[in-house]
């Protein structure tokens, strides 16, 4: 019985195996690039171009309808930003983000609020790569990749002193709800995001950190 017991706790320590989540937009991303498989490179290219200009100008929308808005928001990246666990990958691989999250990052940027990445990805320099080659890797002021079993309190440690932003000024967005209940809990508004960013989390997200007291 005893030996039962402590394989139970040391197999409680070790995280999951990973495997990649169901989700609706990964279908929306097949759908789409089924559609546009008769278009040239460039024309879908000059599509999400168009695309993304819609979704900034929406976003920029939203945030003009708050007065009080965070000095920083920060980002986790798989299933929040990109559509997959990037450790499943290889560096040589092709990231692509949620279908707005570009637009969204543009908006927060056009307006002056900085951006920081938190993940507990094993894999930083997948990760550092995937960044690169999305072209916003220069978007954060902060990044912070490891794991970690305190849920993100460290990677927010490390966030502030490296900003020096108090956690009340900031807005999360991650969809584990552990990290969620973590990071709140230190004063940080968060918003656990089901199917990526978007601008429905976008709204939820200013409309919480402008009335952290109503229910929404
Ligand atoms: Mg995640």
Same mark, same amino acid.
Request: hydrophobic content about 40%; aromatic content about 10%; proline content about 4%.
């Given at each position: 019985?005893?030996?039962? $017991?402590?394989?139970?706790?040391?197999?409680?320590?070790?995280?999951?195996?990973?495997?990649?989540?169901?989700?609706?937009?990964?279908?929306?991303?097949?759908?789409?690039?089924?559609?546009?498989?008769?278009?040239?490179?460039?024309?879908?290219? $000059?599509?999400?171009?168009?695309?993304?200009?819609?979704?900034?100008?929406?976003?920029?929308?939203?945030?003009?309808?708050?007065?009080?808005?965070?000095?920083? @928001? @920060?980002?986790?990246?798989? &299933?929040?930003?990109?559509? %997959? &666990?990037?450790?499943?990958?290889?560096?040589?691989?092709?990231?692509?983000?949620?279908?707005?999250?570009?637009?969204?990052?543009?908006?927060?940027?056009?307006?002056?609020?900085?951006?920081?990445?938190?993940?507990?990805?094993?894999?930083?320099?997948?990760?550092? $790569?995937?960044?690169?080659?999305?072209?916003?890797?220069?978007? %954060?002021?902060?990044?912070?990749?490891?794991?970690?079993? +305190?849920?993100?309190?460290?990677?927010?440690?490390?966030?502030?002193?490296? $900003? !020096?932003?108090? %956690?009340?000024?900031?807005?999360?967005?991650?969809?584990?709800? !552990?990290?969620?209940?973590?990071?709140?809990?230190?004063?940080? +508004?968060?918003?656990?995001?089901?199917? !990526?960013?978007?601008?429905?989390?976008?709204?939820?997200?200013?409309?919480?950190?402008?009335?952290?007291?109503?229910?929404?």
């Amino acid at each position: 019985m005893v030996v039962a $017991t402590s394989t139970w706790v040391k197999k409680k320590n070790v995280p999951y195996k990973k495997r990649e989540k169901k989700s609706s937009s990964k279908h929306l991303l097949q759908l789409i690039s089924t559609s546009h498989s008769l278009l040239s490179v460039e024309e879908r290219e $000059t599509d999400k171009e168009m695309e993304d200009v819609r979704v900034k100008d929406e976003a920029l929308r939203l945030i003009g309808l708050f007065e009080v808005l965070p000095r920083l @928001v @920060v980002f986790d990246l798989d &299933y929040t930003l990109w559509p %997959f &666990y990037n450790e499943l990958h290889s560096k040589r691989g092709m990231p692509y983000l949620y279908p707005q999250a570009k637009g969204i990052l543009q908006a927060f940027q056009d307006k002056g609020i900085e951006m920081a990445i938190a993940s507990r990805s094993p894999t930083a320099d997948i990760a550092n $790569t995937f960044l690169d080659q999305l072209g916003i890797q220069s978007m %954060f002021v902060a990044k912070e990749i490891f794991t970690s079993r +305190t849920f993100k309190a460290d990677h927010f440690k490390a966030i502030h002193r490296r $900003t !020096g932003i108090p %956690f009340n000024s900031m807005l999360f967005f991650d969809d584990e709800y !552990g990290n969620i209940d973590t990071v709140s809990k230190m004063g940080v +508004t968060s918003i656990l995001v089901d199917d !990526g960013l978007n601008l429905q989390e976008l709204h939820s997200g200013l409309q919480k950190f402008s009335s952290p007291n109503e229910q929404i």
